[in-house]
C-alpha cells in the first residue's frame, strides 16, 4: 500500500503552504491512501555549515526527518516563493538530509528512491510558481529524485481557501486532487534504478 508525507517549506503560523499540503493529505485521505502531514517546525536544524558538519556531523533533527521520509513512497512538498525562490527554511531541509550519510552511501537515495510532487500558494498572481522551478531543479538535478510534472500552484491564497481547507476555485481543487492522485499512482509503480 502506498503511503504518502506532504511538508510545507514554511513554520509560520497561518502558512498559505501549510494549508495547501494539509488539505493535500486530507485528498489523499479521501482518496484511501494513507497520509501524514509534517510540520518543519519540528525539525529546527541549524543554517548548514561544512565545519559545524565536520565537527558534529549532521544535525540530529535532520537524521530525524531523513528517517521519516524513508516511511513513504511519495512525498508533497508546498513550496513558498522568497525573492522568486524557494525558502531558506526548505532548502536547508534538504542540503542536510543530503548529509545523512550510511556507510558507502551518497545521501541522496533517500530521494532517488521515492516520488515527489511540488505545489505553492502565494498571495500573488503566480502561485508561487518561480519558487516551484527552483524546487523542481533542486530535487531532480540536484538530488536526483523523480518529480511528477503534475504540479498545483494557488495564486491570491490569501483568498483561495474555504474554511473546510479546500480551494474555492473548483477547476484548483481537481488539479490539486489530479496531483495527489497522479503521486499516489507514480509512487506505487515507481521503481528505482
Do not use: H, L, R, T
Given at each position: 500500500m502506498v503511503r504518502l508525507l506532504s511538508f510545507a517549506g514554511s513554520t509560520r503560523e497561518g502558512s498559505y503552504n501549510k494549508k495547501l499540503a494539509q488539505l493535500v493529505q486530507r485528498i489523499a485521505e479521501a482518496n484511501g491512501?494513507?497520509?501524514v502531514f509534517v510540520d518543519l517546525k519540528d525539525y529546527p536544524m541549524?543554517?548548514?555549515?561544512?565545519?559545524l558538519e565536520a565537527a558534529e556531523g549532521p544535525p540530529e533533527r535532520a537524521r530525524a526527518?531523513?528517517?521519516l521520509l524513508q516511511e513513504y513512497q511519495g512525498v508533497f512538498i508546498a513550496s513558498p516563493e522568497y525573492n522568486a525562490s524557494v525558502t531558506p527554511l526548505l532548502k536547508n531541509t534538504i542540503d542536510w538530509v543530503t548529509r545523512v550519510r550510511?556507510?558507502?552511501?551518497?545521501g541522496l537515495e533517500v530521494f532517488k528512491s521515492r516520488v515527489f510532487a511540488?505545489?505553492?500558494?502565494s498571495p500573488g498572481n503566480?502561485?508561487?510558481?518561480r519558487s516551484l522551478l527552483q524546487l523542481r531543479q533542486i530535487l531532480s538535478v540536484g538530488t536526483g529524485a523523480l518529480?511528477?510534472?503534475q504540479q498545483i500552484a494557488v495564486p491570491r491564497a490569501g483568498s483561495a481557501f474555504e474554511e473546510d481547507g479546500s480551494l474555492k476555485d473548483e477547476g484548483q481543487q481537481k488539479l490539486c486532487t489530479d496531483t495527489v492522485e497522479a503521486l499516489a499512482v507514480c509512487a506505487k509503480w515507481f521503481k528505482p534504478s
Open positions: 491512501i494513507e497520509a541549524p543554517i548548514y555549515n561544512g565545519d526527518f531523513k528517517s550510511a556507510k558507502g552511501e551518497s511540488i505545489g505553492g500558494a503566480y502561485g508561487g510558481m518529480v511528477i510534472p
